[in-house]
């Protein structure tokens, strides 16, 4: 049923079709790259916040036990 004109037409748009196809992969492995580069930067943000928490709690405990000290005086 199809020409042969619509067949070379076809024969010269697939390999604009594969480039087009092979460009759109390369930039979602790259769009995942950064999804994990952002994620391993996102935890090491977390474990840091969980640091200065459990260092503000240890302040808060030592300010308290000041606080109880004076409070005997």
């Avoid at 759109?24 to 950064?34: A, E, L, R």
């Avoid at 260092?55 to 308290?64: A, E, F, G, H, I």
Wanted: charged share 15%.
């Amino acid at each position: 049923g199809t020409s042969i004109t619509e067949c070379q037409i076809s024969v010269t748009d697939c390999p604009s079709f594969v480039t087009d196809c092979q460009s759109i992969v390369t930039d979602c492995q790259s769009f995942v790259t950064d999804c994990q580069s952002i994620v391993t930067d996102c935890q090491s943000i977390v474990t840091d916040c969980q640091s200065v928490v459990t260092d503000c709690q240890s302040v808060v405990t030592d300010c308290q036990s000041v606080v109880t000290d004076c409070q005997m005086w």
